[in-house]
């Protein structure tokens, strides 16, 4: 294929609950270390939560994060990391060229609901609600961040996606090079929703929020006795250029995206379907040109709620029927649901298997859920697979939105 | 006597922690001194109305321009 044509990934900026660049978060899956603490939540008190820990300032002034938003300053945190790791000429870069695409589950609940309990403090005085609401909440907000800090001229959005939004991010920019509508792309996804109350009631309420004493083993996707999510902020953006614009600067390729599909269930506001997810890897496997036995590493979207996990284990099942080599592993055992961020964090946690070869595991399964169980599926230990050359990486949302990426180990 | 002087330079301080707020001249224009624009000026004013209960009209914005000018306007209303 046509360099000018594929799409590459040269760096990648990142913040897990347990890792503030690849290296410390790749080690945290090998090592099985868990991000997930207890925090204080707004009218519920002490719950579970993946928490981030790098630090706010390192590219950004005080007076600006007070100004954005905690999304806004996990994602200019991440966009300064990718940029950093790519070994970009930042100064000489046309940033008309330059594109910013992010994946949110949701954008404006926590600054919403931060001005609603100033105001109830306040005797209801409404004059107290503050100017800075609108540019906070606005869709595009996170990424509009980023362009502010790094005086990008290019297009910015966000791409609205429920939990499927970091692989959506990534989509996105992988397309807008396609097209040629930018030279260089930062996409990904990220999540500030921790932050808001609303979020942890509202799983709550579905009986879907993950509890547990030791707040480590809270999130335990496909265990018997998983009670459900545990939230999570988080951030990953990659620089995704063309092939032929990364040669032509020498850089290091991480990898390349060579397929990617984004369906919907049309059947239910919540509930998965597991033949959608089926027919969305299919779709994404299709588009790369390889078959199912050729994916060496399926991250599973595995969130620790009951129907979705034995949903999605099913659609794994059914569309790696014909594979015996497939390793199938998930995330969120060691960060609980990054949400917008999950896609992209999760598929940069399994980018360095590329490298080592190993498959990390899931963590927290102290006993499988039979209807969970899947071959070559990889708990708790890592697994030594050898070479492996295309990982597909799921990530599902509310309303029935899947989406898949598929990354190829990178050979010129 | 509410130190009117002091309220006001705690709030820049906290409005914009970046700034260094330990040497400005009373006379001169805070923009010129420090990195406000107008949204500060907004927050300013916010803050004097969930802090202290004062009120500042919008047409009074531009008394708040110096640290004298603010003295001056802010005392009776702290009176």
């Known amino acids: 294929m046509d360099d000018a044509k594929r799409i590459v990934i040269t760096g990648i900026g990142l913040t897990a609950p347990n890792g503030n660049n690849l290296t410390e978060f790749r080690e945290a899956l090998l090592n099985c270390k868990s991000g997930v603490q207890h925090t204080e939540i707004r009218y519920m008190g002490k719950q579970v939560a993946g928490l981030c820990d790098f630090d706010e300032y390192k590219y950004q002034s005080k007076k600006l994060r007070r100004r954005g938003t905690r999304a806004g300053s996990i994602s200019i945190y991440c966009a300064n990391e990718a940029v950093a790791d790519a070994k970009l000429d930042w100064n000489a870069l046309d940033k008309s060229m330059v594109g910013v695409y992010l994946g949110i589950t949701e954008h404006g609940n926590v600054e919403t609901e931060n001005e609603i309990y100033e105001m109830h403090q306040n005797q209801l005085d409404w004059k107290l609600w503050s100017p800075h609401h609108n540019p906070r909440t606005v869709a595009n907000s996170p990424a509009g961040e980023v362009t502010l800090n790094l005086n990008i001229t290019g297009p910015h959005y966000t791409l609205g996606s429920a939990c499927a939004g970091g692989n959506v991010g990534i989509v996105q920019g992988v397309q807008q090079l396609i097209l040629g509508e930018v030279d260089l792309a930062l996409a990904g996804g990220v999540s500030e929703s921790p932050q808001t109350f609303g979020i942890f009631a509202a799983f709550a309420a579905q009986g879907a929020l993950a509890h547990h004493e030791d707040p480590t083993k809270a999130s335990r996707p496909l265990d018997i006795n998983r009670n459900g999510i545990a939230i999570s902020e988080g951030g990953c953006i990659y620089v995704l250029e063309r092939l032929s614009d990364a040669k032509k600067r020498g850089a290091k390729v991480y990898a390349e995206i060579v397929g990617y599909a984004i369906n919907s269930d049309a059947t239910d506001f919540v509930n998965p379907n597991g033949e959608r997810q089926v027919e969305c890897m299919h779709k994404a496997i299709k588009r790369a040109g390889i078959t199912v036995s050729d994916i060496d590493i399926v991250n599973m979207h595995a969130t620790g709620t009951g129907t979705g996990d034995v949903n999605e284990s099913k659609a794994v099942r059914d569309a790696f029927a014909e594979s015996s080599k497939t390793f199938i592993n998930f995330t969120k055992g060691h960060i609980g649901h990054a949400m917008g961020a999950a896609g992209a964090l999760e598929l940069a946690g399994n980018i360095p298997s590329f490298e080592d070869g190993i498959v990390h595991p899931g963590m927290n399964v102290t006993e499988l859920d039979p209807a969970c169980v899947i071959k070559n599926l990889v708990i708790n230990e890592p697994k030594l697979a050898g070479n492996v050359n295309y990982i597909l990486n799921n990530s599902f949302g509310m309303l029935g939105i899947n989406s898949a990426v598929i990354v190829k180990k990178y050979t010129p | ?79």
């Open chain 2, 1 to 79: 006597m509410a130190d009117v002087r002091q309220i006001v330079i705690d709030i820049i301080s906290d409005i914009a922690p970046d700034e260094d707020v330990t040497n400005l001249d009373d006379k001169i224009s805070l923009r010129e001194q420090l990195d406000l624009d107008s949204m500060d000026f907004l927050d300013i004013v916010m803050e004097l109305r969930k802090r202290h209960k004062v009120e500042v009209p919008q047409e009074d914005y531009p008394k708040l321009a110096t640290l004298e000018s603010c003295v001056s306007y802010l005392s009776p209303k702290f009176a």
